[in-house]
């Protein structure tokens, strides 16, 4: 299977526990923080919650954002709930994304929408969302409110543009980039920023680009999973995007490289509301056969590099061998 490997001096893909290890203690603590922010004497909420419990994902955000409070050693008692207000955020916009997209299932485990409705899953995301805002109004410092009330503004306006675009074979690479800055990288600039408020508030602008352009690399390399990657691994059926009519950068580097013959069976997958199999493992062998794939990996590394070199200018820690390491983590991950 493909992966994205870094080039020269990069840092190879370090396991995710390894990487949290400067942080584990307060890591640890979150969730727990989350669930105490979102709790409510409402049955409906208990039952979404218990289901949200077992969908939480890898904790990302709140690792990387512990870890930029870690810089100089000196984290400040924030950092717990800030990370669970990253996650709960970010939790917020799965529960949207999976609504607005009709999906089943999330990494094999239903939805918020399938398993209740898709009422439900809207004012259940809404719910996470105003729950965490509150408890950063509750916390009192304005800064970190507004990074993440921001991040969260940029998200859904990303949203609203996705949704606006109806010729799926129109959309380009411009505004791909868009899209990927406001969905993903907004959320992981702004918590490494907040995390840098929180314990090495002179390294915040460093912290909220190297989320930037860590979140950009993510999005490449999540979105390069969806065609080299199989149901085992990814925890969803290789090719969704395709399935669900969703142009990404591998599609939209292999477009102007493809023949007229390659082009009409892409026009003909996405004029099939259900396709097949068949259709999108054609579809996907002519991505490859075009340069989609290696295109996106360039491009992929590219931000993996900026990143790195933001790094180059914050003093050595194991806080920050552990960023360096996130981002080995993000190009060479499976899931």
Same mark, same amino acid.
């Given at each position: ?15 995710? %526990?390894? +990487? ?23 049955? +409906?909420?208990?039952? +979404? ?19 930029? /409070? ?20 970010? %939790? ?22 399938? %398993? *209740? ?34 991040? /969260? ?14 010729? &799926? ?33 002179? *390294? ?5 680009? *190297? ?9 490449? &390399? ?36 493809? /023949? ?76």
């Amino acid at each position: 299977m493909s992966t994205l490997p870094l080039r020269g001096h990069m840092p190879v893909a370090s396991a995710l %526990l390894d +990487i949290q290890v400067p942080v584990r203690a307060r890591l640890d603590l979150v969730p727990e923080e989350m669930w105490r922010i979102v709790r409510a004497d409402a049955p +409906i909420v208990e039952s +979404i919650n218990a289901h949200l419990t077992g969908m939480k994902g890898k904790m990302f955000r709140p690792t990387v954002l512990l870890l930029a /409070s870690s810089l100089e050693d000196t984290p400040d008692d924030r950092t717990v709930a800030m990370g669970a207000i990253a996650e709960l955020i970010h %939790l917020a916009s799965v529960v949207h994304d999976d609504s607005v997209d009709h999906s089943p299932l999330r990494r094999g485990m239903p939805t918020i929408n399938a %398993l *209740f409705s898709h009422q439900v899953a809207v004012i259940a995301g809404d719910y996470l969302y105003s729950r965490a805002l509150a408890e950063l109004v509750l916390l009192g410092d304005l800064e970190p409110l507004r990074v993440f009330t921001g991040a /969260s503004n940029a998200m859904t306006l990303g949203e609203l543009r996705q949704l606006a675009s109806y010729d &799926a074979l129109s959309f380009t690479e411009a505004d791909y980039w868009l899209l990927v800055q406001a969905k993903t990288a907004s959320l992981l600039g702004a918590s490494c920023e907040v995390g840098a408020l929180c314990g090495a508030p002179r *390294f915040r602008k460093e912290m909220a680009l *190297f989320g930037n352009r860590l979140g950009m690399a993510f999005q490449v &390399a999540d979105d390069l999973l969806d065609y080299t990657e199989t149901e085992s691994v990814t925890g969803k059926p290789s090719g969704n995007d395709l399935k669900e009519h969703k142009v990404t950068l591998p599609l939209i580097a292999a477009m102007p490289r493809m /023949s007229r013959a390659q082009r009409a069976r892409v026009e003909a997958l996405f004029a099939e509301p259900l396709p097949s199999d068949v259709e999108i493992a054609d579809v996907v062998g002519i991505v490859h056969e075009c340069g989609g794939i290696d295109f996106a990996r360039r491009k992929g590394e590219e931000f993996a590099e900026e990143a790195e070199a933001v790094l180059t200018t914050v003093p050595g820690s194991e806080a920050r061998q552990s960023l360096s390491d996130a981002l080995g983590y993000v190009m060479d991950r499976r899931s």
